[in-house]
């Protein structure tokens, strides 16, 4: 399975007030922007706060400073990726107490990279807090402290120079060629900084000679064994691929958020179609089940392989 065991990490009283303050910053601050939820208090999911934040921000050295510097999510469609990654953005730039923080939101093309940095633009100004203290400009957010939040995209010729304290590296999957161009570029800048974080997120790609290969099986080894890797937290929601597409377990391998961002009528929808199509099906494995698809043109389900497999035996 694709989907190892999940682990949780027992945290002190110390720690748990770290994490703590995270949650407190959402709910406090952020407030949904889409849906049912629009204007409401950004409150968490379990899973978001138990198998991601939670470690990411509670596990933390003799000094008191964070022991996590990288935090790599993979999970389907529609979770709420996107809007974990704008919110953690704003609260590295503007809650972490790094001073003179500089936090960029970072992605293949402007346009994608845009995704996580408007949004956290349109919870700033919602914001009764965020708005009294910041500036919102085109491509930044400017804070008390020399802070500042910033979107970049992959022309990285001339990202050289910036110490980030903090990257939110949305959709790596898209990232060109190998997907490691924009990212050698901005991520050793960290290391001057006292408590870092570079927190990636992805979908499933196709191309596994690529970064977000690499950071899917660096995350499902850390998740196999914990200890190792001590500065890296990676979490994997995906379905293995010889599940049952139609099955509604299945589903919640790879959408934790299930019932809530992700919609259950939607998912048997899309399954349905899946049935009947194989470029649907194709689609529902990757956007949904975040698998890795190596085409969205097969000519035949997999219910008719198989079908056809067991005529030939016969």
């Known amino acids: 399975s694709i989907m190892a065991t999940m682990h949780r990490v027992q945290l002190s009283p110390t720690c748990r007030a770290a994490v703590q303050r995270v949650v407190h910053f959402f709910q406090s601050c952020l407030v949904h922007l889409e849906g049912s939820q629009a204007g409401k208090p950004f409150k968490l999911l379990p899973w978001q706060v138990n198998d991601f934040l939670g470690p990411v921000f509670g596990q933390l050295r003799p000094d008191g400073l964070r022991l996590i510097r990288h935090a790599h999510l993979d999970i389907a469609k529609k979770n709420g990726k996107s809007a974990l990654g704008s919110g953690l953005g704003l609260y590295l730039a503007f809650a972490d107490g790094e001073q003179g923080a500089r936090v960029a939101a970072a992605a293949g093309d402007k346009y994608q990279a845009r995704v996580v940095f408007d949004d956290a633009r349109k919870m700033v100004r919602a914001s009764p807090v965020l708005s009294r203290i910041c500036e919102v400009q085109k491509d930044q957010i400017i804070g008390p402290n020399d802070s500042v939040f910033e979107v970049i995209s992959a022309d990285a010729e001339t990202k050289h120079g910036p110490k980030y304290s903090g990257i939110i590296f949305d959709e790596i999957h898209t990232q060109p060629k190998t997907g490691r161009t924009l990212w050698d570029v901005i ?92 470029k649907t099906e194709a689609l529902f494995r990757w956007l949904h089940l975040n698998q890795p698809v190596d085409t969205t043109t097969r000519w035949i389900t997999g219910e008719e392989w198989d079908q056809c497999a067991l005529s030939l035996a016969t």
Do not use: C
């Open 187 to 278: 991520t050793p800048g960290i290391s001057s900084r006292d408590q870092p974080l570079i927190v990636s997120l992805t979908t499933a790609g196709k191309n596994k000679v690529h970064l977000w290969h690499d950071l899917r099986e660096r995350s499902l080894a850390k998740m196999a064994n914990p200890k190792q890797d001590r500065t890296f937290w990676g979490l994997v929601y995906a379905a293995p691929e010889d599940a049952d597409i139609f099955s509604e377990a299945t589903w919640r391998m790879a959408n934790p958020s299930l019932g809530a961002a992700v919609k259950l009528d939607y998912l048997r929808d899309m399954a349905e179609q899946a049935r009947k199509d194989p």
